[in-house]
C-alpha cells in the first residue's frame, strides 16, 4: 500500500527538479529532423536537399557543414529576398525550427559521385556547432515531388 503512494512521491520530486535549473542556457539544444527528401536530379552533377531541423532545447544551435557519400560537397544556401547565397553556417533557433524547401533555405549536392533515382535513399550528416552530428536518411523523390502543405 505505501509503495505506490512513496513511487508517486518520488515521481513528483523528479518532475519539479526537473523543471529547476540553475540557469536557461543549461537544457541546450534538442534537434530533430523531419521532412528530409531529394527530389530526383536533373542534372548529372547536382542536386538539391530539403529537411526541417526543429530545436526543442532553450539554447540555439548552428548547422556548420552537411557530408554525404553520394557527392564531393554539400553546401547549405538561405534565400533573402528571393536571392539564394551559400552560407558557412545557419542558426537553428532555440524552441524554434528551421525549414529547408523549394524556393527557400535548402542544401546543395555538387559533384555527384553517381546520380540518384527515384526510390533510392541519400544518407545525409548534418554538423552542428553544439550538438552531435545528426545521420539522415533522405528518400529521392520524384523531381516534380511536392511535400503537403502544412504552414506553407
Not at 60 to 77: F, K, N, P
Amino acid at each position: 500500500m505505501r509503495r505506490p503512494a512513496a513511487l508517486a512521491a518520488g515521481l513528483g520530486l523528479a518532475l519539479a527538479l526537473a523543471g529547476c535549473g540553475s540557469g536557461d542556457g543549461d537544457q541546450g539544444p534538442e534537434l530533430t529532423v523531419s521532412g528530409a527528401y531529394m527530389p530526383q536530379p536533373v542534372s548529372d552533377s547536382m542536386a538539391a536537399g530539403f529537411l526541417t531541423i526543429t530545436n526543442d532545447g532553450s539554447a540555439q544551435d548552428r548547422l556548420t557543414s552537411v557530408t554525404s557519400d553520394i557527392a564531393g560537397t554539400v553546401t547549405v544556401h538561405e534565400t533573402v529576398d528571393s536571392a539564394m547565397r551559400e552560407v558557412k553556417n545557419l542558426a537553428v533557433p532555440a524552441d524554434g525550427s528551421i525549414v529547408f524547401r523549394s524556393g527557400g533555405n535548402h542544401l546543395m549536392f555538387e559533384k555527384l559521385k553517381q546520380k540518384p533515382k527515384q526510390g533510392d535513399t541519400v544518407t545525409v550528416v548534418l554538423h552542428f556547432a553544439d550538438t552531435d552530428p545528426v545521420t539522415v536518411e533522405m528518400p529521392v523523390k520524384a523531381a516534380t515531388y511536392t511535400p503537403a502543405a502544412h504552414g506553407h
